[in-house]
């Protein structure tokens, strides 16, 4: 018989030392510490990150307004030193419908020296963008010769808090310098812009990975999906097919047209806009000219206004022509109906026509008219 193998007897647990309990709060402490000085050093990093791209590659910040800058400052006529500069703020309108390099050609031809026209029109935007637009601009050193502010129609309603929205004015898109501006317009909305604005500048790697990545190394990205493409400066760039549409585009644009301004138009209450007039004076203030510009709308468009609307606008265009002093283009009916894509975007073929009359028309007598004192400075120069 063999021995019984005797019962293995488990040590009853050891209370821990001082000295051992000491160590692991020491670990615990030093974890800790190790865990915060990442976050913070990351938190720097990212806040370093959003200044260095501010300054450095700002078209990653906003790509529809710095692409523009930069063509005006490294692309344009305006490179060369003192050149005559026409500056346009607006909407999709001013976007596909002025020709920039015909304006630039035509008006340097007719002027005998090289002038530079910088269309700032960006779809979906109003009054307060302009504004802010114009606030970026002058923060940034460009003085225009003379200043076009297009006038929508469907946009006299006073600063509408839609114009400073997430999906119109997201924080990635925005600098410190812009909340002057917004605040004063945001009324309700984005109650958290500062902090949004924050948490955007902290985490700026990140929340500008795709737009960094193209602009640093476009071959790593995958093509853009149709239609997601951002507003990147083309001159001749329009929203719509370069070809004639179909009938069935033409009757699917007029209806989403009509969806968006239809009834409104018909029941248009104008109202103060502020911004606009802050614009207007900051502009005088500055000593540039500016003029007001209503881009065209096809005669199917302008059907919609109520005869009632037709005289509000009017009256409204009268009431800041004369408050502000400020000219007034009201270029409606200039296009016919088959140069439109939708009735108030032009087709190329109506961009076209549209900007060589503007262009000798409007543009170039006032150009020459400025140019005037100029030239009798420099003639009783001894």
């Known amino acids: 018989m063999s021995p019984a193998t005797p019962a293995t007897v488990s040590a009853p647990d050891r209370p821990a030392t001082h000295g051992e309990s000491g160590r692991r709060r020491a670990a615990a402490r030093r974890a800790r510490s190790v865990v915060l000085t990442s976050l913070a050093i990351f938190a720097l990093l990212g ?3 959003g200044v ?5 590659l700002p078209e990653v910040v906003d790509p529809d307004y710095y692409t523009r800058v ?11 030193g003192e050149v005559p500069t026409v500056l346009m703020l607006g909407s999709s309108r001013s976007y596909s419908d002025l020709d920039g390099v015909l304006l630039e050609r035509l008006l ?3 002027l005998g020296r090289p002038v530079s026209f910088v269309n700032f029109g960006i779809p979906g935007r109003g009054f307060v963008y302009e504004l802010l637009t114009w606030k970026r601009l002058r923060r940034d050193g460009i003085s225009p010769d003379l200043l076009l502010i297009e006038v ?6 006073g600063d509408q808090p839609w114009q400073l929205s997430e999906e119109l004015l997201p924080a990635g898109r925005l600098t410190s310098s812009d909340l002057e ?13 500062r902090r949004d604005l924050a948490l955007s500048k902290a985490n700026a790697l990140y929340d500008r990975r795709s737009a960094l990545l193209h602009a640093v190394t476009p071959w790593l990205m995958p093509p853009r999906e149709p239609g997601r493409d951002p507003i990147v400066w083309e001159l001749n760039r329009s929203l719509y097919p370069s070809d004639v549409p179909s009938s069935e585009q033409r009757a699917r644009a007029l209806a989403v047209a009509y969806r968006e301004y239809g009834d409104y138009l018909r029941h248009h209450e104008p109202r ?4 606009l007039d802050e614009l207007l004076r900051s502009s005088r203030a500055a000593g540039i000219p500016a003029v007001l510009v209503v881009m065209p709308e096809g005669p199917v468009y302008r059907s919609w206004y109520a005869p009632e609307t037709r005289e509000k606008i009017q009256n409204w265009l009268d009431a800041t022509s004369r408050e502000a002093d400020v000219e007034v283009i009201d270029a409606r009916t200039w296009i016919d109906e088959d140069d439109f894509f939708d009735s108030h975007h032009m087709l190329p ?7 060589e009359r503007f262009g000798r028309e409007q543009l170039l007598p006032r150009l020459q008219r400025l140019a005037e004192p100029q030239q009798l400075r420099a003639s009783a120069r001894p």
């Open 47 to 49: 806040l370093g990150a």
């Open 52 to 56: 260095l791209l501010e300054h450095w």
């Open 70 to 80: 930069r063509y005006f400052r490294h692309e344009s006529p305006a490179r060369h």
């Open 108 to 110: 340097s031809e007719e």
């Open 152 to 157: 929508l129609p469907a946009l006299f309603l």
């Open 181 to 193: 501006v917004l605040e004063r317009y945001r009324a309700d909305t984005r109650p958290h812009l």
């Open 272 to 275: 103060r806009c502020e911004a």
């Open 349 to 355: 073929s109506g961009a076209a026509k549209f900007s």
